[in-house]
């Protein structure tokens, strides 16, 4: 079936630090992916999303490509801020239609 | 703007009691979702509703029931609450089909005593 992997956490980095959080995914067809963003205590916010491949999808610094040729959603951002500090979830949507799938997670902590 | 409102954002309540968590939504989307978050266990799915009065189980439905009397409420029930039940508690909503997200509420920290 359908699942979602992405990086294990946490990550620490240093404000101003370039952010990699890698997201692999199997799915039959053409899922549409999504990068969603938890803040402590808060629900999940939608922070980007690509819906075919090599849709580019960004949001406040953030970026994400669709690589259907690697299965991959990886989410990059070139100059962390310590507001950045979250926890982050790599998610699909199948081409059937209602199902989704999220990965563990990804803690992002960013020190001054 | 999207919205889905969940009733509570902080609950206590007593092993044993019948416990009611609700969420609405303004955006007209026929499916909606229940989650638990646990650390390290990321979002597990309880139930969804792909329509009013229609509901399929999830990966953990045991010690949960759901309601859905109209297309923008969906209800989480705990009908005799345990203290493993003490969690995070997410509600989400999508469109019936296509490729848009899930939007999720704030979710509501229940706690069992």
């Known amino acids: 079936g359908d699942s979602v992997t992405q990086m294990e956490g946490p990550v620490t980095l240093s404000e101003e630090a370039c952010l990699t959080i890698n997201c692999t995914y199997t799915a039959t067809g053409y899922p549409s992916l999504f990068w969603y963003v938890q803040y402590p205590g808060e629900g999940l916010q939608l922070l980007l999303k690509?819906?075919?491949?090599?849709d580019k999808g960004s949001n406040k610094g953030f970026e994400a490509t669709y690589r259907k040729e690697t299965t991959s959603f990886h989410l990059e951002k070139g100059s962390v801020q310590v507001s950045d500090s979250a926890v982050y979830f790599c998610a699909l949507r199948s081409n059937t239609g209602n199902q989704f799938y999220f990965g563990t997670g990804t803690s992002l902590t960013v020190i001054p | 703007d999207v919205k889905v409102t969940q009733s509570s954002r902080y609950l206590v309540k007593r092993t044993g009691e019948k416990v009611f968590l609700e969420c609405v939504q303004d955006?007209?989307?026929?499916?909606m979702f229940w989650y638990r978050q646990d650390p390290g266990l990321g979002l597990r799915l309880i139930y969804f509703?792909?329509?009013?009065?229609?509901?399929e189980k999830g990966d953990i439905p045991e010690g949960y029931s759901v309601s859905r009397e109209k297309k923008e409420r969906f209800s989480l029930i705990l009908e005799s609450a345990s203290t493993n039940q003490t969690s995070m508690y997410l509600c989400?909503?999508?469109?019936?089909?296509?490729?848009?997200?899930?939007?999720f509420g704030d979710g509501t920290r229940l706690s069992i005593l």
């Open positions: 509703s792909y329509d009013v009065k229609m509901k």
């Open positions: 955006m007209d989307h026929e499916n």
């Open positions: 690509a819906t075919k491949a090599d």
């Open positions: 989400a909503s999508s469109s019936l089909g296509g490729r848009q997200p899930q939007h």
